[in-house]
């Protein structure tokens, strides 16, 4: 079956310290997404990429670095000048919109949940 | 910037009753999406719909969309207790900086009683 595959599913993370969560996708989807959700909120965009090796800021990709070299693969890196980085990270991929329209809905990850200990 | 606002906030039902959730939006969009997110799992889509459409079904749900107003509901006719799961609507932006991009709301918690 065609999916998204984030691991891990729990993460601690260490003052200092940075993580990598990794996003696996085999959709064959151009486009693929982070998103940061906090308890009782909705998400909210870090990083996204439409194609390989390149890839644009959300609102709040400060903290945060990605890579895009494979087409199904985008994973984040939460770095030590994140200073508040406890939430759930969901990963999403779509059909770019410049190749297949507007109507594509985004297909999501199961999430990683960081933590800081 | 969250783009929709989402009411209620929580809404608690029992099996068999509609459910009804609103969603409102600030800026010009191409089109607007409903999502599902059960307890610690990833979002699953539900229905979309265009910016020049103005209601949708899709089995159990309904959805409408008023663009003069930038709002958007989405009913559930004859819940059931599977239902219970957090709901968000989610706007495709159409212009500006935040062109192409889905911005989301912050989700109305459904709790459906057997």
């Known amino acids: 079956d065609g999916g998204i595959t984030q691991s891990p599913k729990y993460l601690f993370r260490k003052e200092g310290q940075n993580v990598t969560l990794s996003c696996e996708q085999n959709l064959n989807h151009d486009a693929m997404y982070w998103y940061r959700q906090d308890p009782g909120q909705g998400l909210r965009l870090i990083y996204y990429s439409q194609i390989v090796n390149d890839f644009q800021k959300g609102d709040i990709a400060e903290g945060y670095s990605v890579s895009r070299e494979k087409k199904e693969s985008f994973p984040l890196t939460v770095t030590s000048a994140q200073k508040n980085p406890t939430a759930f990270y969901l990963c999403a991929s779509s059909i770019w919109w410049g190749t297949g329209g507007f109507d594509q809905p985004q297909h999501f990850g199961d999430g990683t949940r960081l933590s800081i200990l | 910037s969250q783009q929709g606002e989402e009411d209620p906030q929580a809404l608690s039902i029992q099996e068999g009753e509609n459910a009804t959730m609103n969603c409102s939006y600030k800026t010009s969009i191409n089109n607007l999406q409903w999502y599902r997110q059960n307890s610690g799992r990833g979002l699953v889509h539900l229905i979309l719909?265009?910016?020049?459409?103005r209601e949708k079904h899709s089995g159990r749900l309904r959805v409408t969309l008023d663009t003069s107003k930038k709002s958007s509901s989405l009913l559930i006719t004859a819940s059931r207790a599977a239902d219970t799961a957090s709901y968000f609507c989610?706007?495709?932006?159409?212009?500006?900086?935040?062109?192409?991009?889905?911005?989301f709301g912050q989700g109305t918690i459904l709790t459906v009683h057997p």
């Open positions: 989610a706007t495709l932006d159409a212009g500006g900086t935040s062109y192409g991009k889905l911005t």
């Open positions: 719909i265009r910016s020049n459409e």
